[in-house]
């Protein structure tokens, strides 16, 4: 007598066996994994990096690029530390070191500290990006400005708009760590 196994058996089957190796192994499940998420009740944080006056600054001949013209903002998680994070992308017509100068100015007005002694330059006098850091209580965030690469956008599976051939893309982020370690400008 053939005993019949339907796709059901099989299925149930192998969910047993994949919940037994991970115990067995030391591996969360998928569902444990999500229940201890460092991003767990980081919303109202997340809408305090909204809150950001540089976010929404931009230099002149600066534009919003076509498939960013949202806010970008939310809390991911990786190698165990979760990250929140605010950014908005543009794409720079005009100089890069009025650009710094403009992004300089925001800054200080908003209370951000220089989180690095070369600010802006790289070896060569191009201009390499700004970070800036603030902290408020026992939180610490930090600011970075940085040009965009087709590395960056291609990790990020995102599509440049034509507006990145005929400038600079760069980009505005904050970001803070959600247990609240201190945030500062290493790379």
């Given at each position: 007598m053939a005993v019949h196994?339907?796709?059901g058996r099989c299925a149930a089957l192998l969910l047993t066996v994949?919940?037994?190796?991970?115990?067995?192994?030391?591996?969360?499940?998928?569902?444990d994994a999500?229940?201890?998420?460092?991003?767990?009740?980081?919303?109202?944080?997340?809408?305090?990096?909204?809150?950001?006056?540089?976010?929404?600054?931009?230099?002149e001949g600066a534009v919003v690029p076509k498939g960013f013209e949202k806010l970008e903002s939310g809390c991911w998680q990786d190698s165990g530390e979760a990250q929140l994070y605010a950014s908005r992308t543009y794409v720079l017509r005009g100089d890069k070191a009025?650009?710094?100068?403009?992004?300089?100015?925001?800054?200080?007005?908003?209370?951000?500290?220089?989180?690095?002694?070369?600010?802006?330059?790289?070896?060569?006098?191009?201009?390499?990006?700004?970070?800036?850091?603030?902290?408020e209580g026992d939180r610490?965030?930090?600011?970075?400005?940085?040009?965009l690469t087709k590395e960056i956008l291609e990790?990020?599976?995102?599509?440049?708009?034509?507006?990145?051939?005929?400038?600079s893309g760069y980009r505005v982020e904050i970001t803070a760590a959600a247990d609240g370690s201190p945030a500062d400008c290493s790379d």
């Open positions: 196994t339907g796709p994949a919940v037994a190796a991970g115990a067995l192994t030391g591996c969360q499940s998928i569902a999500a229940s201890t998420s460092g991003c767990d009740g980081t919303e109202s944080r997340i809408k305090k990096l909204e809150s950001y006056d540089v976010l929404g600054s931009e230099p009025e650009t710094a100068a403009h992004y300089r100015s925001v800054a200080q007005r908003e209370g951000w500290q220089p989180g690095r002694p070369d600010q802006g330059s790289s070896n060569d006098g191009q201009f390499a990006g700004l970070c800036f850091t603030r902290t610490a965030t930090a600011l970075d400005i940085y040009f990790a990020e599976e995102r599509e440049p708009g034509p507006e990145f051939s005929s400038g």
